[in-house]
DNA sequence: GTGCCGGATGTGGAAAACCACAATATCCAA
DNA sequence: TTGGATATTGTGGTTTTCCACATCCGGCAC
C-alpha cells in the first residue's frame, strides 16, 4: 500500500509549486507532476490519498485524465481546478463521480480542508474495500457445493429442506455447513448473515 | 401517496408554459407553480416524482426553496435551472444533493431524459423507504426487553449466553425470542438478520 | 378492582443443529 | 501412483432450539 498523498497535477510550474507549498504547510503530503502522463505513468491500484487535477493542460487534459483512470477502474477522489467557468462541464464532472470542482482563483483555506476531507473519504473507502476483499476472499474459497448450501443457509432453510432440494442427505449438508463456516470464519448462521450483508453487495 | 408529477417552478409564464408542454408531450405528468411560495405551499410529505426550480426568480429564489425543502425534510430529486453561469452555484448545489443543474439554454431532449431519470429515482427511493418503514414499525412494536434479546439473537449469541447477560432464565429468552420473532414475523434467526440488513440502517 | 400487558419461570418433549469417529468414491496434479 | 481436494453417507450422542401447557407478579387503564 502506497503512502496517502495528494497527487497534484498542473502543467503550469509557478502554480504547481505553490499549490505544493500550500499543501505542505497545512500538513499534507503533497507529490507533484507536470502532466497527466506523468501522473499516469506513475500510477498503480495502489495509489491513494487524492488527485488535484488542472483542468486544461498541454497534451492531455484533466478531464481525459479523469476518464483514464476511470478506465483503470481507480477510486481515487478528484478535485479539479479550472480557469474558465463552463458550468456544464462542472456538472457533468461532478455527476461523474469527481469528489470537487474549483474555479479559479480558489479560496486557498476551501481547497485545503476540501483535499484533507478527499484523503479522510479515501481513507475511509479503502477501510471498507479492504473488509469487503477480505471477505470475497472467503467465498472465493468456498467450493461450488458449499456454496449451494451458503445460499440455503441464507434463506433461513433448515438442513433437511437443503438436502431435499439438492438430493442428498442431511449428514452431507451437516459436513458442508460446518466446512463453510470454518472458512468463513464463523461459528453460527446469523454471524454468516451479518458478514454478507454489511459492506459490500 | 400523492401521484407522481414533475413539479415546475418558473415564475416566467412563457418558459413554464413552453417547459409544461415539453414534459407533457413526453407523457411526464407536470404541475406548474408561479413562485417557489406557491409551490411550497402546496408541499405535503407526500409530494413526489420531482422538482423543477428555476434559480433566479422574483420572491423567494430556487436556492431558497431548495433549502426550505431541506428543513422539511424533504427526499425529492430536484433539477435546478438557472440563465446565468456561475460554476461554485452550481457545483456547492449539486454538493448539497441537487438531482441536476442546467444552464439555459439546454436541450430540451436532455432535460425531459433527466425529468424522466429524476422521476423513476424517486420512484425507487420511494419503494426503498416504504420497506424501510414497514420494518421499522415492527421494531417499534418491540418491547424493550425483546430488543435486548434480539440484539443478543443477531450478534449470534446462544439463549443460554444471553440470559446469562441479562441474569434472567434462559425459559424467558426462549419467550421473547418466539415473541419478537412473531412481531417481526420471522421464522428463524437467519431471515431476522437479513430482514435487518437489507435497506436502511 | 378487574382485566390486559409485559416480564419472568418451570416441566417436558419433539425437532434440529452440532460434532466425533469412520468410510467410500472421483478427479486432478505432483 | 500417491496424495489432496471435493463430495458423499452412516452411527451415535450432546446441545440447542422450539413449542405446548401452566403459573406468578407488577403496573396501568377503564
Redesign the pocket.
Known amino acids: 500500500m502506497n503512502t496517502p498523498q495528494a497527487h497534484l497535477v498542473d502543467d503550469d510550474d509557478a502554480i504547481r509549486d505553490a499549490l505544493a507549498w500550500l499543501l505542505k504547510s497545512r500538513g499534507l503530503p503533497t507529490a507533484t507532476y507536470a502532466s497527466a502522463e506523468d501522473f499516469l505513468a506513475s500510477w498503480t491500484p495502489d495509489t491513494c490519498g487524492c488527485l488535484l487535477l488542472d483542468m486544461r493542460m498541454e497534451g492531455m487534459s484533466g478531464l481525459d485524465c479523469f476518464d483514464a483512470l476511470l478506465a483503470r477502474g481507480a477510486a481515487l477522489p478528484v478535485i479539479f481546478l479550472t480557469g474558465h467557468g463552463d458550468v456544464p462541464l462542472a456538472v457533468a464532472t461532478l455527476k461523474r463521480g469527481a469528489f470537487d470542482f474549483f474555479e479559479k482563483p480558489f479560496n486557498d483555506n476551501e481547497l485545503a480542508t476540501r483535499v484533507g476531507e478527499a484523503m479522510v473519504h479515501d481513507a475511509h473507502r479503502r477501510a471498507v474495500h479492504a473488509s469487503a476483499d477480505s471477505i470475497n476472499l472467503r467465498i472465493q474459497?468456498l467450493?461450488?457445493?458449499?456454496r449451494q448450501i451458503m445460499d440455503g443457509i441464507l434463506a433461513g432453510?433448515?438442513?433437511?429442506v437443503i438436502?431435499d432440494e439438492?438430493?442428498?442427505?442431511?449428514?452431507?449438508v451437516?459436513?458442508?455447513?460446518?466446512n463453510l463456516?470454518e472458512k468463513m470464519q464463523v461459528?453460527?448462521?446469523v454471524e454468516l448473515a451479518n458478514l454478507l450483508k454489511s459492506p459490500q453487495a
Open positions: 474459497s467450493s461450488p457445493r458449499e432453510k433448515y438442513n433437511k438436502a439438492l438430493n442428498i442427505s442431511m449428514r452431507t451437516e459436513v458442508h455447513r460446518a463456516f461459528k453460527t448462521a
